[in-house]
């Protein structure tokens, strides 16, 4: 499957952003989705998964403020992401894989990211 995110960009601490991933290439509904986010010189952290049955998981760093949905008849999994931080500035990448899952390495298939600055 293929997964192209979209929709980061320079905003304001306490703003709103809503991030999307466009998937193309097999059945959408076959896979759990995950959001994740880098920044240089750190691991790939997890953000928020979302599963074919569309169960999440929040990370707690951003629990209350992010929230994960996906769209099955458009192919889409989005990002809410709202009382933005300058610590939530990083590139952000969604990913699909058969079983929802915090840990990164478990995902089949990447986007290419999206970059989110949160800066005043």
């Known amino acids: 499957v293929q997964l192209q995110a979209s929709g980061g960009g320079l905003v304001q601490p306490g703003d709103s952003l809503r991030l999307s991933c466009a998937a193309s290439?097999?059945?959408?509904?076959?896979?759990?989705l995950g959001w994740f986010r880098q920044t240089p010189g750190k691991e790939r952290e997890f953000i928020a998964t979302?599963?074919?049955?569309?169960?999440?998981t929040i990370a707690n760093s951003v629990k209350g403020r992010f929230s994960v949905s996906r769209d099955n008849a458009k192919n889409a999994l989005y990002l809410q992401m709202n009382a933005l931080k300058p610590e939530d500035t990083a590139v952000y990448l969604c990913?699909?894989?058969?079983?929802?899952?915090?840990?990164?390495?478990?995902?089949?298939?990447w986007g290419q990211g999206t970059q989110v600055t949160v800066s005043s």
């Open positions: 990913a699909a894989g058969r079983f929802s899952l915090i840990d990164y390495r478990l995902y089949d298939y």
């Open positions: 290439g097999h059945t959408f509904t076959d896979y759990a």
């Open positions: 979302i599963g074919r049955t569309g169960a999440t």
